[in-house]
């Protein structure tokens, strides 16, 4: 029976969660093996290749301690699918009304995304207070989050897109950060060649780097 958590406790868990893109469903389980090795146990897995759904079936069989999310989810049938998969978490790049509905009744908790103001006050208006600021770099990076700070006090985030192991902190310093989304811990050249103590690394450089007290609010 897979454990139960928030949103909002699972984005206090850890500093930074891995974005994971994953090609090749047989370096599944040594890739999530090497990240909670290193601390990072909180696994966002992309629904972006034809082996993802194999891939997180396989981590969340095999690979003690690994909570699995499913990222770039965008339909309610993809929201279910997940959810009886055994996943911990699910993950949006943005909302329609369709998705937020089927997140009511689903038991996988859903972080969806947002860009604007307007994006995050409607999720707001849906019961989603926790959410996913996408393409961070793109759509004003710190400075806007920051800016949202006053108008919005009572929203927090896990910024993803174009953040990187010299960004994140900017990003973590913010008082409504929960924590950061990112695939700089996971490089495409490591999973190729299997240097497991290279993700290891990076995902124990991740941890103790980022500025992690649990958040705020």
């Given amino acids: 029976m897979t454990e139960k958590y928030t949103i909002d406790a699972l984005l206090r868990r850890v500093p930074v969660i891995p974005v994971i893109v994953i090609e090749d469903a047989r370096k599944a389980v040594p890739l999530a093996r090497a990240l909670v090795a290193g601390g990072l146990d909180v696994l966002e897995i ?7 759904m194999e891939a997180m079936r396989a981590i969340i069989a095999e690979v003690e301690g690994a909570i699995v999310g499913a990222g770039t989810v965008r339909t309610p049938e993809q929201l279910e699918a997940v959810a009886e998969l055994g996943c911990h978490f699910a993950v ?6 369709r998705l937020l509905a089927a997140a009511r009744d689903n038991p996988c908790p859903l972080l969806p ?7 995050m006050l409607s999720l707001a208006d849906h019961g989603f207070t926790r959410q996913k600021f996408f393409p961070a770099g793109p759509a004003g990076g710190p400075d806007y989050l920051k800016a949202m700070t006053s108008p919005l006090p009572d929203l927090y985030f896990c910024p993803t897109g174009g953040i990187n192991a010299a ?4 990003y973590l310093e913010l008082p409504n950060v929960l924590c950061v989304g990112g695939s700089w811990v996971t490089p495409k050249s490591s999973i190729k060649i299997d240097n497991w103590p290279d993700i290891t690394r990076r995902a124990k450089e991740a941890y103790t780097s980022g500025k992690h007290d649990g958040g705020v609010g």
């Fill in 46 to 52: 992309t629904l972006r290749t034809p082996v993802a």
């Fill in 92 to 97: 949006s790049p943005g909302s329609t009304p």
């Fill in 113 to 119: 995304g947002a860009a604007t103001a307007t994006e």
């Fill in 167 to 170: 960004t994140a902190h900017h």
